[in-house]
């Protein structure tokens, strides 16, 4: 089965850091756009941040601007989402999108209103102290 799967989610205090990781099983990720995004309890899901295939357009949402820090490593096909100065309000849900084409910017992987090849399921995050 084709999918994604997300790991490194947790409980941290606020002003710790975490680093999530996203890799496929059953595909390679590297012609795919890769996108970040969460889900606050009670809360529409937002992409967080953005990468596309070759690692050169990324994007930020503001609320994570200079906080967090989005990667991949082709090699290993795996995406990393690093994630300093946790504050409280990014407790959510992390989930990881792909979706297919060189062509894909990061802020069209961004972009919700458009659909995604792939979801993974999420992985947990919690800020408190």
């Known amino acids: 089965q084709l999918q994604l799967v997300e790991s490194g989610g947790g409980l941290v205090q606020p002003g710790g850091s975490l680093r999530l990781s996203c890799a496929p099983s059953?595909?390679?990720?590297?012609?795919?756009?890769i996108g970040w995004f969460r889900q606050a309890p009670g809360k529409e899901r937002e992409g967080a941040s953005c990468?596309?295939?070759?690692?050169?357009?990324?994007k930020y949402a503001d609320s994570v601007k200079g906080r967090f820090t989005i990667s991949r490593d082709n090699a290993k096909n795996t995406v990393y989402l690093q994630m300093d100065s946790r504050k409280p309000e990014d407790t959510a849900i992390y989930y990881c999108?792909?979706?297919?084409?060189?062509?894909?910017?990061?802020?069209?992987?961004?972009?919700?209103?458009?659909?995604?090849?792939?979801w993974g399921e999420g992985t947990k995050v919690t800020v408190s102290s």
């Open positions: 999108g792909a979706d297919w084409g060189p062509q894909i910017s990061a802020e069209r992987m961004c972009d919700l209103s458009r659909a995604k090849n792939y």
């Open positions: 059953g595909f390679t990720l590297k012609y795919y756009a």
């Open positions: 990468i596309n295939n070759n690692g050169k357009s990324i």
